[in-house]
């Protein structure tokens, strides 16, 4: 399957494009577009190309897209990933440039110069670049393979605000447009991430790999842990964005079913929030594969065995 990453790493995209990287049985990686979420673009751009060196990936090209959201202004997350988006292992400064053009009109053209159905975007960021990709191209939907996104949740609250998942918070009228293009739409929410904790012992079997890469992402990973097991009192944080390159490689490991979800894009309690009719209580159309679950060992081993390859 051909797929365009768009991310904003922080360590848990980087691990996500490497999984994808590390299975090209399976996947061919067209491109890695890059926007403004955990951190401003700059430095999302540079993470990328940071983690693609790293692997020695460097002939997967890189494009950075919108510096902030479609009519809101930047949040970011330094207070989970730090300053850089990458704190806690010092990897150098990219060589490798980004590669020339606009992460949006990029998709739009990868998309489109393929057959219909032929490409997936996994989304592990604010959807602002998607947005403008689907604004930009109003067959772009018709034409996509499909959409996985991690992003939102159902019944287990926010991590931005209470009710509010930080990608869909941070460009809320983005999410809307994707959530009504029409595209086949897989969403990973917290439901689901809030179960795949990187525990001590999953990362002490990611470092016994022995390779850059999974020393490198050890102590990432292990940064963030440290916030998230005292803000949650958790055994190790969410490996929220390798879900969503997982579900295409593994599906068999989640579950869910396919529901209406629709984004508040106005109220300023419960901006961002995503609104799930799991139970059909409306006569809306089902517009999302929503997971609910996952089988938190099986995705750790799978995470694992494809970081070993890199
Ligand atoms: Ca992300």
């Known amino acids: 399957m051909q797929i365009i990453i768009d991310c904003d790493p922080s360590p848990d995209d980087a691990v996500a494009f490497l999984v994808a990287l590390g299975s090209p049985g399976e996947l061919e990686v067209l491109a890695i577009t890059t926007v403004a979420g955990n951190v401003p673009l700059p430095l999302t751009s540079k993470n990328a190309r940071k ?10 090209p890189a494009y950075a897209g919108a510096e902030a959201p479609l009519v809101r202004k930047l949040v970011t ?19 490798i440039p980004l590669a ?44 996509l393979k499909q959409i996985v996104l991690m992003g939102g949740a159902f019944s287990e609250g926010g991590n931005i605000t209470p009710a ?28 689901c991430t809030h179960q795949a904790l990187t525990k001590q012992s999953r990362l002490d ?58 984004v508040e894009c106005e109220s300023p309690l419960t901006l961002g929030m995503t609104v799930v009719d ?14 609910r679950s996952i089988d938190a060992d099986g995705y750790f081993d799978l995470v694992i065995e494809r970081l070993a390859r890199l």
């Open 100 to 143: 020339d053009g606009f992460a949006p009109d990029v998709i739009v053209d990868l998309v489109m110069s393929r057959d219909p159905g032929e490409v997936a975007l996994c989304c592990l960021a604010p959807l602002t670049n998607i947005a403008l990709a689907l604004e930009k191209e109003p067959k772009l939907a018709a034409h």
């Open 205 to 262: 079997k990611l470092r016994a790999i022995g390779t850059p890469v999974s020393e490198a992402f050890y102590h990432l990973l292990k940064f963030n842990k440290i916030f998230d097991e005292q803000k949650y009192g958790w055994e190790g944080g969410p490996l929220h964005d390798a879900t969503v390159i997982a579900y295409l490689l593994a599906p068999h490991l989640f579950s869910g079913r396919k529901v209406n979800v629709e």
């Open 164 to 191: 509010a998942e930080f990608n869909i918070f941070v460009d809320p009228e983005a999410a809307d447009k994707v959530m009504r293009c029409g595209a086949p739409i897989t969403m990973i929410p917290l439901d």
């Open 51 to 60: 983690a693609l060196e790293l692997a020695k990936k460097t002939g997967t």
């Open 278 to 291: 799991w139970w059909a209580v409306t006569q809306k159309t089902p517009n999302v594969q929503f997971l």
């Open 77 to 95: 997350a330094e207070h989970v990933h730090g300053r850089t988006g990458f704190d806690g292992y010092d990897l150098p400064e990219p060589c």
